[in-house]
C-alpha cells in the first residue's frame, strides 16, 4: 500500500519530499502529497517525517 499524508499532521517541511527515493511526493497547496502510482511503499517517508504526517496502510 502507498504512503499516505495526514493532511493534519502534515507541517509542510518538505523532509518526505527530500527522502523519496521514488520522488512519489510532491508538494501541493503546502502541504505533501503522494502519487500511489510511483510510490514503492519502502516507508523511508514515514521514518524520517518530524511530525508524524505520513503513514502505510
Same mark, same amino acid.
Given at each position: 500500500?502507498?504512503?499516505? @499524508?495526514? *493532511? +493534519?499532521?502534515?507541517?509542510? !517541511?518538505?523532509?518526505?519530499?527530500? @527522502? !523519496? *527515493? $521514488? $520522488? =512519489? /511526493? =510532491?508538494? +501541493? +497547496?503546502?502541504?505533501?502529497? #503522494?502519487?500511489?502510482? &510511483? %510510490? #514503492?511503499?519502502?516507508?523511508?517517508?514515514?521514518?524520517? %517525517? *518530524? $511530525?508524524?504526517? /505520513?503513514? &502505510?496502510?
Amino acid at each position: 500500500m502507498p504512503a499516505v @499524508v495526514d *493532511p +493534519e499532521g502534515c507541517t509542510g !517541511c518538505e523532509t518526505c519530499v527530500d @527522502v !523519496c *527515493p $521514488a $520522488a =512519489a /511526493i =510532491a508538494m +501541493e +497547496e503546502g502541504r505533501a502529497k #503522494v502519487d500511489p502510482g &510511483l %510510490c #514503492v511503499d519502502c516507508g523511508t517517508c514515514v521514518d524520517e %517525517c *518530524p $511530525a508524524g504526517g /505520513i503513514s &502505510l496502510e
